[in-house]
C-alpha cells in the first residue's frame, strides 16, 4: 500500500485548502482511512477518519465544524477539506489507513503517507 499525500502550502488565518491522499496496493475500498497531523515539537495527533465505505466519520474536537473527512474510492482518494484555518493548524499532515478496523488511534494504522505541510499565517 502506498500513499501520496498532496494539497499542503501556505495560506492565511480564516482561509481554505483542500488536501488530497491518492492510495495505490489494495482494494481502496476495503481501508480505513485517516489523516493525523504533527506540528514542531508536538507528536503526531489524530485530525479525522473516514470508514470504509465512507459512512462513517470522525474528527477530533479542535478541527469539529472547519475540516471535512471525504473519500472517492472511484479515484482512491480521500480528502481533507480544511476551512477557517487558524495558525494552530500549522503542522505537517499526514494520511495513514488501515483494513482491520475503524480506528481513531494513531498505533492501529498501519501504512503512512510522506506528509504534506500546511502553514496558516496570522
Known amino acids: 500500500v502506498q500513499l501520496q499525500a498532496s494539497g499542503g502550502g501556505l495560506v492565511q488565518a480564516g482561509g481554505s485548502l483542500r488536501l488530497s491522499c491518492a492510495a495505490s496496493?489494495?482494494?481502496?475500498?476495503?481501508?480505513?482511512m485517516g489523516w493525523f497531523r504533527q506540528a514542531p515539537g508536538k507528536e503526531r495527533e489524530f485530525v479525522a477518519a473516514?470508514?470504509?465505505?465512507?459512512?462513517?466519520?470522525d474528527s477530533a474536537d479542535s478541527v469539529k465544524g472547519r475540516f471535512t473527512i471525504s473519500r472517492d474510492n472511484a479515484k482512491n482518494t480521500v480528502y481533507l477539506q480544511m476551512n477557517s484555518l487558524k495558525p494552530e493548524d500549522t503542522a505537517v499532515y499526514y494520511c495513514?489507513?488501515?483494513?482491520?478496523?475503524?480506528?481513531?488511534?494513531?498505533?492501529?494504522?498501519?501504512?503512512w503517507g510522506q506528509g504534506t505541510l500546511v502553514t496558516v499565517s496570522s
Open positions: 473516514i470508514s470504509m465505505p465512507g459512512g462513517s466519520t
Open positions: 495513514a489507513a488501515n483494513f482491520r478496523r475503524y480506528t481513531l488511534r494513531r498505533s492501529e494504522y498501519d501504512y
Open positions: 496496493g489494495r482494494s481502496f475500498s476495503s481501508y480505513i
